[in-house]
């Protein structure tokens, strides 16, 4: 046993467990073990000591004038015997370790001590990934079943559900890959984290490593929209006139969102410049798609776009993404029209307003 404390020194030291801890854990596992190795109900004390490592067992009997169950109770007269000072009412413990009680708390005090350092170093996994919730990890693939894509972190494996797996994407074992921390957890079997590849904060996470701005402050994401996969839209700001934010975004030579986009394995990504004024803002939006004017409804919170004729299909995108997209990013409905079918309907007048282009970068123009 007195390995068990220069054990019990080094773990201290190394995990920082509490060594009183770990004793006071022992003695409560020792009683269980003294009352289920030798059928035993009365009430007794462990007493570990931490000098010698020797273990001694004690019943603790309550003084009573007439006793009704002889594994709790002494009689005042036996009690006296023992010592003149004792009481009804006071405890006397007698001392009732049995022969071979020693290998029995060998063998307790070491399933106590690996439960608890594996108690320790999960809860040092949880404390250090609960601090990286919401951002992104590279990890390695492991395995997958029909419900999750096992990924190994290092010191815990991740689980990236099927709902949060990009289809188009296939990984195989031992490919590396990054993924979006959505939730830890605590569970009987240690923490339990859960990743993706869906999210739009994997995307403002990638934005914030690529681009210096951004993770300085200069430039701030104001909103993501995101189909995963396939297309996405992106706004940013600049508080600095001097800093033009679609542009920091992009990079030399679009060098930075290529980066991104590799990453995603050719999403498209549209990056447009975010406004207080819904006509920009919704004109901004709906990149690469050109808007000849936006009208809007602040009540129903509704713009109605109208776009050139042969802009029409690309301001609505396929199956309506680039419309979708757009109103999720901005927060507003979009009816879009055409020039010459808002013109017949007397919504709109060429005339009256001049032709502007939206403040943007799209990825890449769709067919």
Request: net charge negative; charged share 30%.
């Amino acid at each position: 046993m007195s390995d068990l404390m220069d054990a019990l020194t080094v773990l201290e030291k190394e995990k920082g467990i509490s060594k009183d801890v770990i004793v006071e854990a022992i003695e409560a596992a020792l009683i269980s073990a003294y009352k289920r190795n030798f059928h035993q109900a009365q009430n007794v004390r462990v007493d570990f000591n931490q000098d010698t490592g020797s273990v001694k067992v004690f019943a603790r009997k309550n003084v009573v004038e007439e006793i009704e169950d002889s594994r709790l109770e002494i009689s005042i007269d036996q009690a006296k015997e023992m010592n003149p000072q004792y009481e009804a009412g006071d405890v006397v413990e007698l001392e009732v370790t049995p022969k071979d009680f020693g290998r029995i708390a060998a063998q307790t005090a070491k399933q106590v001590v690996t439960q608890r350092v594996r108690e320790a170093e999960r809860g040092i996994i949880y404390s250090e990934f609960i601090d990286r919730e919401e951002d992104i990890i590279t990890g390695v693939v492991q395995r997958q079943d029909h419900r999750f894509m096992y990924i190994d972190l290092g010191r815990v494996e991740a689980l990236l559900p099927t709902t949060e797996q990009i289809q188009a994407e296939n990984y195989k074992t031992n490919d590396r890959i990054k993924v979006f921390i959505t939730k830890v957890e605590k569970t009987t079997k240690g923490p339990q984290i859960m990743v993706s590849r869906t999210h739009p904060g994997l995307l403002k996470r990638l934005f914030e490593l690529e681009v210096p701005e951004i993770y300085d402050g200069t430039v701030e994401i104001k909103s993501i929209s995101r189909e995963a996969g396939d297309r996405s839209k992106i706004s940013v700001h600049a508080e600095d006139p001097e800093v033009d934010p679609v542009g920091s975004c992009v990079g030399p030579r679009g060098q930075r969102v290529q980066t991104i986009v590799n990453e995603l394995h050719g999403e498209k990504i549209d990056i447009v410049r975010w406004s207080n004024d819904p006509v920009e803002y919704v004109a901004n939006a709906l990149s690469p798609s050109k808007v000849l004017e936006v009208q809007v409804n602040e009540e129903e919170k509704m713009t109605r776009v109208i776009v050139p004729d042969y802009q029409l299909s690309l301001a609505i995108g396929k199956r309506g993404q680039n419309a979708r997209l757009a109103a999720k990013l901005t927060g507003w409905k979009i009816d879009i029209k055409s020039e010459s079918e808002a013109i017949e309907q007397g919504l709109y007048d060429p005339n009256q307003q001049p032709e502007e282009e939206p403040d943007s970068y799209d990825e890449e123009l769709e067919d």
